[in-house]
């Protein structure tokens, strides 16, 4: 049987009504003898044209009103799915990049996370040739400092007074340990020290790219007669005029060549770490001496833990990598439908989001690897048992311009499409990820890696309170070949 669309079906219509227009012309032209027999004659034509091609004014038949209302049914149908069957956390094995081995230290307080820096110095290539032993006496040591370098992303800010800019202001207080520092213990709990301060200004308050601390001269000369010291500690002070927000340094381990772009203009021959320098009376003529660290390590004391469980919130964490990854109840898709639009939804909570701009990347896990709850994996580990669907570049944690970084949709059609279709990643389980170095340049975007910035996106959980803001996946689909109206 033939189907009729709706357009055809008006197009009929104005056909009969413009029979009728023509028969009274017609009946009104034939009343005037006066016209010229042409004009007649093209009249009857076109007149008999449109008799012969369906033109009546007679009532359609019972087959005719059939086809009148005979349409394809092409509505669209929207299906959210908030039901989550699996979901865990992965983090990362860093057996082969231990933690005192990052490129970054971390200091200050983010809410109710903190975290202090621990260096030690190396004093058992002292004396030397340059800088014999007569020059280390407080008759020839102009001053002594302790020098951070901070990366531009904590000095590029644009309003000091917006809360929601990042701000530096700090309180530097320096202790020497009473245990050898021993770096294989964090992340974790600051380490005893002595109380008494080392530097000679620990309410310095100053923003700018290189943190200079004086440290005292004969706590300096006490450590070389000693040959070394235990380790210092730098902790943010209590003087009620920090800021809050995390900082972070370059450490010992900073790769200058590959990470140059991360630092400030700096003057020509500086040594970007952590760096205790000496400098001599100006009379002796000497360079001073830059004595780098044997070992730093930032302790992350309180860092506020993943939620095991969904229902609480969903976190995504670089530098202390944990990716979170889940399983939707796709019961609710009919078989056989076409999906024309699908993404993952999930919304930024901007209050417990934190740190520099990153790429997110939406994922297909195997069940092998994401079989529910916590998992730990090699990076190689993670490439080889995901595939890359879609990612998001430059994402602010604080929500970016506009609020344009709070909802969060990755679009994974045609990857439901193919699991629909019988894709061998069965059952279909997401995992977002920063962008790593695997991934595709159009993702992986930005000149470090997830290891290096500490950064998190912290997602509302599955039982908010709005609706709104709980993860979903989206799906706007059609069925195949369903026409009503009409018979068949």
Same mark, same amino acid.
């Not at 227009?21 to 004009?39: G, N, V, Y």
């Not at 205790?276 to 830059?290: A, C, D």
């Given at each position: 049987?033939?189907?009729?669309?709706?357009?055809?079906?008006?197009?009929?219509?104005?056909?009969?009504?413009?029979?009728?227009?023509?028969?009274?012309?017609?009946?009104?032209?034939?009343?005037?003898?006066?016209?010229?027999?042409?004009?007649?004659?093209?009249?009857?034509?076109?007149?008999?044209?449109?008799?012969?091609?369906?033109?009546?004014?007679?009532?359609?038949?019972?087959?005719?009103?059939?086809?009148?209302?005979?349409?394809?049914?092409?509505?669209?149908?929207? /299906?959210?799915?908030?039901?989550?069957?699996?979901?865990?956390? #992965?983090?990362?094995?860093?057996?082969?990049?231990?933690?005192?081995?990052?490129?970054?230290?971390?200091?200050?307080?983010?809410?109710?996370?903190?975290?202090?820096?621990?260096?030690?110095?190396?004093?058992?290539?002292?004396?030397?040739?340059?800088?014999?032993?007569?020059?280390?006496?407080?008759?020839?040591?102009?001053?002594?400092?302790?020098?951070?370098?901070?990366?531009?992303?904590?000095?590029?800010?644009?309003?000091?007074?917006?809360?929601?800019?990042?701000?530096?202001?700090?309180?530097?207080?320096?202790?020497?340990?009473?245990?050898?520092?021993?770096?294989?213990?964090?992340?974790?709990?600051?380490?005893?020290?002595?109380?008494?301060?080392?530097? #000679?200004?620990?309410?310095?308050?100053?923003?700018?790219?290189?943190?200079? /601390?004086?440290?005292?001269?004969?706590?300096?000369?006490?450590?070389?007669?000693?040959?070394?010291?235990?380790?210092?500690?730098?902790?943010?002070?209590?003087?009620?005029?920090?800021?809050?927000?995390?900082?972070?340094?370059?450490?010992?381990?900073?790769?200058?060549?590959?990470?140059?772009?991360?630092?400030?203009?700096?003057?020509?021959?500086?040594?970007?770490?952590?760096?205790?320098?000496?400098?001599?009376?100006?009379?002796?003529?000497?360079?001073?001496?830059?004595?780098?660290?044997?070992?730093?390590?930032?302790?992350?004391?309180?860092?506020?833990?993943?939620?095991?469980?969904?229902?609480?919130?969903?976190?995504?964490?670089?530098?202390?990598?944990?990716?979170?990854?889940?399983?939707?109840?796709?019961?609710?898709?009919?078989?056989?439908?076409?999906?024309?639009?699908?993404?993952?939804?999930?919304?930024?909570?901007?209050?417990?989001?934190?740190?520099?701009?990153?790429?997110?990347?939406?994922?297909?896990?195997?069940?092998?690897?994401?079989?529910?709850?916590?998992?730990?994996?090699?990076?190689?580990?993670?490439?080889?048992?995901?595939?890359?669907?879609?990612?998001?570049?430059?994402?602010?944690?604080?929500?970016?311009?506009?609020?344009?970084?709070?909802?969060?949709?990755?679009?994974?059609?045609?990857?439901?499409?193919?699991?629909?279709?019988?894709?061998?990643?069965?059952? /279909?389980?997401?995992?977002?990820?920063?962008?790593?170095?695997?991934?595709?340049?159009?993702?992986?975007?930005?000149?470090?890696?997830?290891?290096?910035?500490?950064?998190?996106?912290?997602?509302?959980?599955?039982?908010?309170?709005?609706?709104?803001?709980?993860?979903?996946?989206?799906?706007?689909?059609?069925?195949?070949?369903?026409?009503?109206?009409?018979?068949?």
């Amino acid at each position: 049987m033939r189907k009729l669309l709706p357009g055809r079906v008006n197009a009929d219509r104005q056909r009969g009504a413009s029979c009728q227009t023509w028969r009274h012309h017609d009946q009104a032209q034939t009343s005037r003898l006066t016209r010229p027999r042409s004009l007649a004659l093209a009249l009857a034509g076109v007149l008999t044209t449109l008799l012969v091609f369906g033109c009546t004014s007679d009532d359609p038949n019972v087959t005719g009103i059939g086809l009148l209302e005979t349409s394809i049914d092409s509505v669209l149908i929207s /299906l959210e799915i908030p039901d989550v069957l699996t979901f865990g956390n #992965l983090s990362r094995d860093e057996s082969d990049q231990p933690f005192a081995e990052r490129e970054v230290l971390y200091f200050g307080q983010q809410d109710s996370e903190q975290s202090a820096l621990l260096v030690r110095y190396e004093f058992s290539g002292l004396p030397s040739e340059q800088y014999p032993d007569s020059l280390f006496s407080e008759l020839y040591i102009q001053k002594i400092d302790l020098l951070l370098y901070m990366l531009e992303y904590y000095i590029d800010f644009t309003d000091p007074s917006d809360p929601d800019s990042l701000r530096l202001q700090k309180t530097y207080q320096v202790h020497e340990l009473a245990d050898t520092l021993d770096v294989s213990l964090y992340p974790g709990p600051e380490p005893a020290y002595n109380p008494v301060f080392v530097n #000679l200004n620990p309410t310095e308050l100053e923003p700018v790219g290189e943190i200079i /601390l004086p440290m005292s001269i004969p706590t300096y000369l006490q450590w070389y007669e000693n040959g070394g010291h235990t380790g210092l500690i730098v902790r943010q002070g209590e003087t009620g005029q920090e800021v809050d927000g995390f900082v972070g340094f370059t450490s010992v381990d900073f790769d200058t060549l590959a990470h140059a772009s991360q630092l400030p203009l700096l003057a020509s021959g500086t040594l970007p770490f952590p760096v205790l320098r000496v400098t001599f009376n100006q009379e002796l003529e000497l360079v001073p001496l830059r004595m780098l660290p044997i070992a730093d390590v930032s302790t992350f004391s309180e860092l506020d833990p993943i939620p095991q469980d969904f229902a609480n919130g969903i976190a995504l964490r670089t530098h202390q990598i944990n990716y979170p990854y889940l399983r939707f109840n796709l019961d609710a898709i009919p078989p056989n439908v076409l999906i024309n639009r699908a993404v993952v939804h999930v919304v930024n909570d901007t209050s417990l989001s934190y740190g520099p701009t990153e790429s997110l990347v939406l994922s297909q896990v195997t069940e092998e690897f994401a079989p529910g709850g916590d998992i730990s994996a090699s990076r190689n580990e993670f490439a080889a048992a995901s595939e890359a669907i879609t990612g998001r570049i430059n994402l602010d944690p604080y929500g970016g311009i506009e609020g344009a970084d709070i909802v969060l949709e990755f679009n994974c059609t045609n990857t439901l499409q193919s699991h629909q279709n019988g894709s061998p990643y069965t059952p /279909l389980t997401f995992m977002i990820s920063a962008a790593e170095d695997f991934h595709t340049p159009s993702f992986n975007t930005t000149p470090t890696g997830p290891d290096f910035y500490l950064i998190r996106f912290n997602f509302f959980g599955t039982a908010d309170a709005d609706p709104a803001h709980r993860p979903a996946l989206k799906v706007i689909y059609t069925r195949e070949n369903a026409v009503t109206g009409g018979e068949e």
